[in-house]
């Protein structure tokens, strides 16, 4: 699949105690490639013989 490109952005709290990272995609290949880990990753696969999805 390939690199994906984000952008990130740190939110803190007032004492610094807790961070919270924000990444978003940062260009539309990106976003495209997202969008497609996001259906494949609900998608069901056969199992084999050890009951191990197929891929």
């Known amino acids: 699949m390939g ?3 984000m ?4 939110l ?3 004492d610094q105690g807790q961070q919270l990272l924000v990444l978003t995609p940062a260009d ?3 976003r495209e490639r997202l969008e497609l880990l ?3 990753g609900i998608e069901e696969f056969p199992t084999g013989a050890t009951g191990t999805p197929v891929r």
């Open 28 to 30: 539309a290949e990106t």
């Open 12 to 14: 803190v709290t007032p």
């Open 38 to 40: 996001r259906v494949l």
């Open 7 to 10: 952008d990130c952005e740190t």
């Open 3 to 5: 690199r994906l490109l």
